[in-house]
């Protein structure tokens, strides 16, 4: 830790005196700690390479019934869990995971968004036009930093699509290519880099191309990391807690990341927010509808119209949702705010006759259906719209952004919902309500 004070507060300036404890306490102050490590057990993921890599397994040696104290065996290969890549991975001589100097493991941390890139397409690559074009605003890329890569990938882990493995057992995820690692490497003069998905290779290549071109060059590598989106674009510091084990080519590290703490500014949601025109939201339905917020304290209520055209001249069903709402964690990359939406009260009413016949049909609500009638369907929902049963979705999960006058809530996922955390949105731009 005496390092950790003495990188970040003065460089490591040649003193023979070691940072004071008071120095320590004001980094540990003015930062919020973010633990980027996923816990190892015996799900965790990994690549197989059969006859080489196995799952974790931890089993007892020692119990405190038995013997007074307890201790456990450890089955497991170094690459694997949330961990580091040592040079000597992939280049023979290299230096191996103990002979890795202590300054290259406390370095500044920028983290470039490829998230949207990584939706559209599970082996997007990152190129050095990306880098340049995050550089153009955020700034050059320190020497000596760790370029860090979210695409959002460590909210698949425990999915099959977290490694993609197809039928002809090629793996399918996003990464880095040769050329990404070369210009970091050559041109910014980086410590390493850090991905939030199980390699930092794009996954269809089966060659190791940026492996090789990273490690032969003596830098490091972290992969499998979580939560990211937590740090800004620049200005945290990483710690890795990397093993010191003579000879090692890798290892489970405990990556922790030190963020300056900013003010956080009230999220400025009271008040009534609607769309500006008729909304369309593509897919294999397509809806045309308007909305109407209404935020106060910790209370949230939405009227929405839905339409037949997507001029909005013939509407088919009203509808009204309300409920209480909690704002959580800020996330810098996306500049947004976690929020849960919980479902109080649901209604709707059908404003003709044959949607009224269509939801009779459907058996949503309690009683046949009238044009121009409301009806309850919190409890039992309504499939045929799309509105699930308060049982199987007692709240969504959200994110929530203002800006320039307008609120963004994230996109709805085409044939899914957002009531499970999990498929909380990655970023917040659905379509744009503005404050009447």
């Excluded at 509105?387 to 709240?395: G, Y």
Aim: net charge neutral; aromatic share 8%; glycine share 10%.
């Amino acid at each position: 830790m005496a390092v950790l004070a003495c990188v970040v507060l003065s460089g490591c300036a040649a003193s023979s005196a070691p940072p004071s404890t008071h120095a320590l306490a004001d980094l540990v102050a003015r930062s919020d700690i973010i633990d980027l490590t996923h816990t190892l057990d015996q799900d965790f993921p990994y690549i197989p390479v059969p006859g080489v890599t196995f799952g974790f397994a931890l089993e007892p040696i020692a119990t405190i019934e038995k013997m007074g104290v307890a201790a456990n065996a450890w089955r497991i290969h170094e690459h694997i869990g949330t961990q580091i890549d040592a040079p000597s991975h992939f280049s023979a001589g290299g230096r191996s995971l103990e002979a890795l100097q202590a300054q290259a493991l406390v370095v500044p941390v920028v983290v470039i968004d490829f998230r949207r890139q990584s939706a559209l397409d599970r082996d997007a690559v990152i190129q050095p036009e990306d880098i340049l074009r995050w550089e153009r605003e955020h700034g050059r890329i320190p020497a000596g930093a760790a370029v860090a890569l979210y695409t959002g990938w460590d909210r698949k882990i425990g999915q099959a699509s977290f490694i993609g493995l197809d039928e002809g057992h090629v793996k399918h995820f996003p990464g880095f290519g040769p050329d990404a690692v070369r210009f970091l490497v050559r041109q910014r003069d980086i410590w390493g880099v850090a991905v939030d998905t199980i390699s930092f290779d794009v996954g269809i290549d089966g060659s190791y191309a940026a492996h090789r071109e990273l490690l032969g060059a003596g830098k490091w590598a972290l992969e499998a990391l979580k939560d990211l989106d937590l740090l800004p674009p620049q200005g945290a510091t990483l710690f890795i807690g990397a093993p010191k084990v003579r000879g090692a080519t890798g290892g489970p590290a405990r990556v922790l990341a030190f963020v300056p703490k900013v003010s956080a500014r009230p999220l400025a949601m009271a008040g009534t927010w609607s769309s500006p025109g008729v909304e369309t939201t593509p897919g294999p339905r397509t809806t045309h509808l308007t909305r109407t917020f209404q935020f106060d304290a910790n209370r949230w209520s939405v009227a929405f119209t839905v339409f037949a055209d997507a001029r909005g001249k013939v509407p088919l069903v009203r509808g009204h949702n309300e409920g209480s709402y909690t704002l959580g964690r800020a996330l810098p990359l996306a500049e947004a705010v976690e929020a849960d939406f919980s479902f109080e009260r649901r209604s709707l009413t059908p404003l003709t006759e044959d949607v009224a016949a269509t939801l009779t049909a459907a058996r949503c609500g309690d009683a046949p259906w009238k044009a121009g009638q409301s009806q309850d369907v919190t409890r039992g929902g309504c499939a045929v719209l799309r509105v699930p049963p308060a049982s199987q979705c007692p709240r969504e999960y959200d994110l929530v952004r203002i800006e320039a006058g307008q609120l963004r809530l994230g996109p709805r996922p085409q044939g899914s919902d957002l009531c499970e955390p999990q498929r909380r949105p990655a970023y917040a731009e659905g379509a744009s309500l503005r404050r009447q």
